[in-house]
C-alpha cells in the first residue's frame, strides 16, 4: 500500500469511528431523525472512498506525466478533505515533470540571460503538468514557495522564473496582489532577462494598475544593476518586455483596455533608456547609431514625464547621428503618424504587386481591415498559400462579426471553415454569443453545424511561421484540435437551460475513445473542469459520461473533476451548518 493510500485509509478509519459515535448516540435516541450533520460525515466518508479508489488506478499508470497529472486532479479533489493527503499527491506530481537528471543536470548549468528555447512538445507537456499543479498549491502560499524551491534547486533559475510567475498569476486571479507582487519579484529576480515573469505585469495592471506600477518599477530598478548583453539576446528581450509594459499592445497582451503606466513607471522608463545606451556605447564604441530610433521613440514621454532629463538625451542622440543627419525630435503624434503613413505606403505597395507578402497581409488581417486583405489575398495564384491565408480571415472576420452581435454574418463565414484549428476559434465564440442571448436555438444550430464540420475537417495545423521548425507543432499524438473544439464549444453553452452542453459532451466522449492522442504525455485533449461544471448540471449524466472514457488516464481525471464538484458543494454545506449551529447556540 501506498503512502497516499495509506493516508486515505487511516482518514477513512478515523471517520469511521466518529461514523459510529454518531449512529451510537443516535440509536440511544430511537425516535430523533438522523442530524444534518451525519449526512455530512457520510458525504465526506463517501469521498474519500472515491479518492482511495482513484489514487489507486492512478498509481498503476506507467507513464510519469500521466501519473502526475491523475494525482493532481485527485489532489484538487482531495483538498478540502485531507490537505496533507492533497499536498502529497502534489509533491509526488510535480516531481513526476521533471525530465531525466541529465537533463535536469544541463538545465542547472543553464546561466541566467541564456536565450530562451524553443520548447518541444514534451516540454510543454511537462510545462502543462507543473502548472496545473502549481495553480492548485497556490491556495497555500507556503506548500507553493516550497514547490517553487524545489523546481528552482532541481531545473535551475528559468524553471523557477516560471514557477513563480505561475503563481503570481493565480494569485492576481485571486485579487490578491500584494502576493502577485511578491510572485513577480521572486520570478524576476530568479531570471530578470526572460519576459514571462515581466509579462504578468500586464495581467495584473488590468486590474490593478498602482500595484503594476509598484512591480514596474521594482522590476527596473532590479535591472539598473544588470549588464545585459546583445550577444545572448537578453538586451532585446528586456527592452522589449519594458515596452510592452509602457504601451500593453493587445496582440501580445492578449488584454484589452490595460490603462498605461503612472508618471514615476514613465519617468524610471526613460531614464533606464538613456542610462542603457550610453553603457552600449561605452561597451561598444560606434553602436550607438544602431539605437538612435528607440531614443527618438521615448522623446514625447521625456518630454512629459522627465525634462530634466533632456540634455542627457540631447547628447546620446546627437552622437547617434549617422553622418549629414540632422537633428528632428518627435513628438507622440508625429510619431504614431509616420508609423501610419509607413504601414500605409508600404500596404499600397503590396495591393499594387501581383504577389502581396504574407506578412503584410497577416498584419492588415489581424488590424480587421478586411477588406484590404481580402483584395491582396485575391492578387495571390490559387494554391495552399491563398487557401490559408483566405481561411484565417474568414476565420477572424467572423470573430470580429461574432463580437458585434451579427451572428448571422459570423455563422456564413464560419460555415466556409475547413481546417479544425479555425473551427476551434470561431465557433465557441459564436456559440457564447447565442448561450449570452440566452438563445437556444442559435446556439443548437452553431453547436450542430461546428460537429458536422469537424467531422469532415483538415485537422492539420496552419504552417508556423518562417524559421520556425515544423517539428515544434508536433503531431496527432501531441494535440488533437477535433476533440479540444468539442470541450470548447460544450463550455461555450454550459449557461443554457436545455441538455445541448451534454449532448456535446457525449460527441466528446466519442471522439475521445478515437483519438490518436498520446495521454501518457498526461494530454487528455480537453479540460478537466469541463466535467466539474457540468456535473453541477446533471451529475449522473455526467458521471455516465466520465465512466464511457476508454482511456485509463482520461476517465480518472473525469472522475476527479466530478469529485472535485461534489467537494465543494460539501465543503459550502458544511459551511451553512457550522452557521446555522453557531446561529441555534446563540439563541
Known amino acids: 500500500m501506498s503512502r497516499a493510500q495509506s493516508r486515505i485509509s487511516v482518514r477513512a478509519t478515523s471517520l469511521l469511528l466518529a461514523m459510529g459515535l454518531l449512529v451510537s448516540t443516535a440509536h440511544s435516541q430511537p425516535k430523533q431523525a438522523p442530524t444534518k450533520p451525519d449526512d455530512l460525515l457520510q458525504e465526506k466518508l463517501s469521498l474519500l472512498s472515491n479518492l482511495q479508489g482513484l489514487v489507486a488506478r492512478a498509481k498503476q499508470l506507467e507513464k510519469p506525466l500521466a501519473r502526475g497529472t491523475a494525482e493532481a486532479e485527485i489532489a484538487d479533489a482531495a483538498w478540502s478533505l485531507d490537505r496533507e493527503l492533497a499536498k502529497e499527491l502534489l509533491r509526488d506530481a510535480y516531481s513526476l515533470s521533471f525530465p531525466e537528471e541529465a537533463e535536469q543536470a544541463r538545465l542547472r548549468k543553464r546561466p541566467v540571460g541564456a536565450q530562451p528555447q524553443m520548447p518541444t512538445p514534451a516540454d510543454n507537456a511537462r510545462s502543462s503538468v507543473r502548472g496545473r499543479v502549481m495553480k492548485i498549491a497556490a491556495r497555500d502560499r507556503a506548500f507553493a514557495d516550497e514547490l517553487a524551491r524545489s523546481a528552482a534547486e532541481k531545473l ?73 548583453s546583445a550577444t545572448n539576446g537578453s538586451r532585446g528581450r528586456v527592452l522589449f518586455s519594458l515596452s510592452m509594459l509602457i504601451q500593453p499592445n493587445e496582440f501580445f497582451t492578449k488584454i484589452s483596455g490595460i490603462a498605461p503606466p503612472g508618471p514615476a513607471v514613465m519617468r524610471a522608463y526613460v531614464a533606464y533608456v538613456l542610462n542603457s545606451v550610453a553603457d552600449v556605447e561605452q561597451q561598444s564604441p560606434g553602436t550607438i547609431t544602431a539605437f538612435r530610433l528607440l531614443l527618438l521613440s521615448i522623446y514625447p514621454l521625456l518630454k512629459q514625464y522627465a525634462p530634466e532629463l533632456r540634455q542627457q538625451f540631447l547628447d546620446l542622440e546627437q552622437r547617434s547621428r549617422k553622418p549629414g543627419e540632422s537633428l528632428s525630435l518627435p513628438t507622440a503624434k508625429g510619431i504614431e503618424e509616420e508609423y501610419k503613413a509607413k504601414r500605409d505606403k508600404q500596404e499600397e505597395r503590396e495591393l499594387e504587386s501581383d504577389r502581396p507578402d504574407e506578412i503584410i497581409i497577416q498584419r492588415v488581417i489581424s488590424r480587421g481591415d478586411f477588406s484590404k486583405a481580402r483584395k491582396m489575398i485575391d492578387k495571390l495564384a490559387d494554391g495552399p498559400q491563398k487557401a490559408q491565408l483566405t481561411e484565417m480571415l474568414n476565420a477572424q472576420e467572423a470573430i470580429s462579426l461574432a463580437n458585434k452581435v451579427d451572428i448571422p454574418g459570423a455563422q456564413k463565414l464560419a460555415e466556409s471553415l475547413v481546417k479544425a484549428g479555425s473551427i476551434l476559434r470561431v465557433f465557441p465564440v459564436i456559440a457564447g454569443k447565442c448561450a449570452a442571448k440566452n438563445d437556444d436555438s442559435c446556439a443548437r444550430d452553431t453547436i450542430n453545424q461546428a460537429v458536422r464540420q469537424l467531422k469532415k475537417a483538415d485537422v492539420t495545423p496552419f504552417a508556423p511561421p518562417p ?38 459532451l457525449d460527441e466528446l466522449v466519442i471522439t475521445a475513445n478515437h483519438s490518436e492522442l498520446d495521454t501518457g504525455q498526461g494530454r487528455t485533449g480537453f479540460e478537466t473542469s469541463l466535467f466539474k461544471k457540468l456535473a453541477e448540471k446533471n451529475e449522473e449524466r455526467t458521471n455516465a459520461a466520465a465512466l464511457q472514457l476508454q482511456d485509463s488516464l482520461r476517465q480518472i481525471v473525469a472522475l476527479a473533476a466530478i469529485d472535485q464538484w461534489k467537494a465543494g458543494k460539501l465543503a459550502k454545506a458544511e459551511a451553512a451548518s457550522r452557521n446555522n449551529d453557531s446561529t441555534v447556540r446563540k439563541k
Open 156 to 228: 535551475g533559475p528559468y524553471e523557477a522564473h516560471r514557477s513563480y510567475a505561475s503563481l503570481a498569476g493565480s494569485a492576481i486571479e485571486e485579487s490578491d496582489y500584494e502576493a502577485a507582487r511578491k510572485y513577480i519579484t521572486q520570478s524576476i529576480e530568479a531570471d530578470p532577462t526572460q519576459i514571462t515573469g515581466p509579462s504578468v505585469i500586464n495581467q495584473l495592471a488590468a486590474k490593478n494598475r498602482d500595484a503594476a506600477d509598484a512591480a514596474t518599477l521594482a522590476y527596473i530598478d532590479h535591472l539598473n544593476s544588470l549588464t545585459l
Open 467 to 504: 524559421g520556425v521548425p515544423a517539428s515544434i507543432i508536433g503531431t496527432s499524438k501531441d494535440f488533437d484540435l477535433v476533440l479540444t473544439s468539442l470541450g470548447s464549444l460544450a463550455s461555450a453553452v454550459i449557461s443554457l437551460k436545455d441538455d445541448l452542453a451534454l449532448d456535446v
